[in-house]
Nanobody, 113 residues
């Protein structure tokens, strides 16, 4: 199983980024997919997740600014991030849940002027 994340980078405050995470080699049904982040010296925290039925859940910090979505045909989960703030700076990890839990390698997001 391999999770390949992309879309991170450097963006100015107020800017937007779209993260993608494509899962390959998975033979079991994918249940939940999600995005977590970890800033320096902080614990990894949930940003947003989405069930197989497209029920979404957001951290309070993400509500109104971020949108999670998934393409089941492509085994891919997305995170559209708008109105980025410096405090959103972190390494973002995708998580895929089948009968096991899989994590991506992380993609760095830096919000700075």
């Amino acid at each position: 199983v391999q999770l390949v994340e992309s879309g991170g980078g450097l963006v100015q405050p107020g800017g937007s980024l779209r993260l993608s995470c494509a899962a390959s080699g998975i033979i079991f049904r994918i249940n939940a997919m999600g995005w977590y982040r970890q800033a320096p010296e902080n614990q990894r925290e949930l940003v947003a997740d989405i069930t197989s039925g497209n029920t979404t859940n957001y951290a309070d910090s993400a509500k109104g600014r971020f949108t999670i979505s998934r393409d089941n045909a492509k085994n891919t989960v997305y995170l559209q991030m708008n109105g980025l703030k410096p405090e959103d700076t972190a390494v973002y990890y995708c998580k895929v849940v089948t009968n096991q839990v899989y994590w991506g390698q992380g993609t760095r997001v830096t919000v700075s002027s």
